[in-house]
């Protein structure tokens, strides 16, 4: 600490240890702040040097106006970052590049190095290729290993070669559960001065997911990987202080409702709230009902209502869950007293002050599912056979979940974007009256297939994937349990999954194996299909593997809008599956009787999921655990010592990991034959001084897209099909099929990324009106092509290139990708009428323009059709980015024009701008040095 101006050092005592802090109670009315402001106020306080965070930033923060529209500028400087493999692989591909380009440029290479500690968890990559058999975890390993055994290589180098960077190697976990089970501090230490310095624990991660440990009250987002190199590389996040929403709790679950359906009511509140961008702070006395692993469930689906951060404070709960997790008796005392000692510690009584408070009375919430294609789509289980037939026949969610609904509930259930599901039947619901009731009829196309040696049917409905999954909720026993004892309750009744679902189990770390084990859970789960598959994200992520194959080919011979069930928090299309269009979250448990049923068309609440024995029906209440059988269990069964000694050995890894023998060097020797790490051309031709920056003339429209466009729209996701121009590279280069993988694992080689983006199937680029896919139109000529083709052919005809779009562009996960793969294809611009705040950060990252149209006005508005020429002017003869630029359009002779902002909102943002990324302009900055 260089600089005291607020005389904030001061030292606590824990024990026989003595610890340096800085006390934010020396400033005043610090106690008004939101818990989140706090943690942000300690950092300033801590790290202020007079240069990069200054007084000034810190009387920003401590003036805060809760209701401005306008914010200042701060420096955020995380304790550590967080990656996992499909992100972290860039990442170190990015570093090693970095020292090649240091050295060329005559710096020391060894100053590209983490200045700050950094983990990386592999759980991206494995696949569920096997599943329903004992043997399904080992063989899906040694397939993972197999394909990705490149890319393992380069990141056990980066172990050896980069100073504080720490790799947990595949099968172990889920980034997000293993940091919220082993990583996280809640109160970080260091030994760098006289005493031991004790301050809040902070991170970012290479994952939208990252908020997961905010559960825990830790402060942490996620972010692209681009920003976390800079982080890395020591330096601090320019960031706006925020406005922070405060969600008031108040009483307690009813018995049936999960911490899932808990999570999709507030994503679905929280959404139509508008919470983009903002903070979100837990507050009130329904927070001590909320146990952690739900407080982390909650946390991780930030990015599903839009939040930067959803935090809840330090309290008695966040002890015993650290005390549970196996952490120290002394950390845990360290972790109270400075929470007491700051003002962190939870007061049910204080309300702080907060730009927006929101109340949730935790008995209202309702057993439910989410989708078919966005998470904060609820629907209640009670009315979800109706608003599933409803969108079977083109209806839009709202009016689906509406038509459910009595007509009270239905006049104040929130409207939702008016979005039908895409890829849906093309043929109107037929409402008919029968005893003056008026009844759904729905598309059917049944299909004959033999499945275990019977024939069955399957049709428009039909439930092809069933996983538990993901972060979201398998980090919490209490959903996990309760879906073991509900397998457990299934077979003792004599149910069994239908033939046509794959059923897959994938947990967030190797302890709930171990709980499962303990409690005797195993078998019946296994009895049901759901085997262990693997340690990783799964179908939540795409890496679901391939359906049934008889299931596969009757879905695409009769064009069977068929469904994925997961626990999961993604459901965006073509995401899950290509071949399942509908994608529905909900709990574990639920997972499973959905599994049992078998069609999206059941009734879960009224109707049998099957037969014991003696011909009785079994219905879901009748196997559905108590809430007091679940927590019998896991009192009984979930203790401190599985975390102890499933984390002691977290680092060593499998026989194949330990037995890759690697070398000794500083720098990284790329091979020009990999089809996995290809050195990236991010910095060629660098020189010490960037260029002026220049308006755009002459641009064409690569993509014309519409409202809610996902990062899994942009960025390369999931398997890579033969027939796509990332295939025809893999097969060009002697790759056979079966090798392929999926794109996060090559994300490290940028000539499949590039022929992967914009490639999405359920892509629809208003250029190519009736068709779905990664395609655009070359002009003049109207060519139709892939959308790489395209951008290639453009490059020749030196045509800078922009995508129109239209609101909350970019939202979902924080894929770096989508914003590099933007980059190389030749996109100078985006123009979109708003962004999701992670993309339009990655997208200056990496040099590309994010404009915004002016409010009121979009491409639609303005008459826009793509076809036209762009001048984008303004941008030229500043030392600074200007807030606004013009934009002229030339079509048929006719001109157009228009201003637009430019969303550049930091100094730090317009610096990385004007250096051609954030990565040119850490290097630059580290020459200098």
Known sequence: ??????????QLQVGDTSYDIVRIDRIPNSSRLPYSLKI????????????LVTAEQVRSLAEWDPHATTSSEIQFTPARVLMQDFTGVPCVVDLVAMRDAMNALGGDPQRINPLIPTDLV?????????FGTADAFGLNAELEFSRNRERYELLRWGQQAFNDFQVVPPDTGICHQVNLEYLARVVFTNDKGERPAAYMDTLVGTDSHTPMINGLGVLGWGVGGIEAEAAMLGQPMSMLIPQVVGLKLTGELTEGATATDLVLTVAEL????????????????GTANVPLAMRATLGNMSPEYGSTVSIFPIDEETLNYLRLTGRSEHQVALVEAYAKEQGMWHDPDHEPDFSQVVELDLSTVEPSIAGPTRPQDRIPLRIAQSAFRRLLGGESHTDAVRGGLDDAEAGSFPASDPVAVSGRIDSDPLPRVDNGEEVLDWPSNPAEIMLENKSVTIDHGAVVIAAITSCTNTSNPSVMIGAGLLAKNAVERGLSRRPWVKTTLAPGSRVVSDYYARAGLTPYLEKLGFNLVGYGCTTCIGNSGPLIPAVSAAVGQHDLTVASVLSGNRNF?????????????TSPPLVIAYALAGTMHADLLREPLGQDPDGNDVFLRDIWPSTAQIKAVIDECVEADMFTAGYSNVLDGDDNWRAMVLPDSQTFDWDDDSTYIRQPPYFDGMRPEPSPVRDITGARVLAFLGDSVTTDHISPAGAIRADSAAGQYLIEHGVE????NSYGSRRGNHNVMIRGTFANVRLRNRLVPGTEGGFSRHLPDGEVQTIFDVATAYAGDNVPLIVLAGSDYGSGSSRDWAAKGTMLLGVKAVLAT????IHRSNLIGMGVLPLQFKPGESAEQLGLSGEEVFTITGLEGHDE??????VQTETAGQTRQFTVDVRIDTPAEAAYFQHGGILPYVLRQLLSQ
């Open 881 to 886: 980015m200007p807030g606004e630029v013009t």
């Open 573 to 585: 299309e073509g995401r899950i599956h290509s071949e399942t269009k509908m994608n529905f979250l």
């Open 737 to 740: 099929r079966r090798d392929f």
């Open 122 to 130: 592999i759980d991206h990559s494995v696949i569920a290729d096997v």
């Open 834 to 837: 708003s962004f999701e705040r």
């Open 270 to 285: 929280l959404r139509r709230v508008g919470v983009v961008g903002k903070f979100v702070d837990f507050f009130g006395p």
């Open 40 to 51: 942000l106020l300690e950092n300033l306080l801590r790290n202020e040097d007079g240069r």
């Open 1 to 10: 600490m260089s600089t005291n101006s607020f005389n904030a050092r001061d």
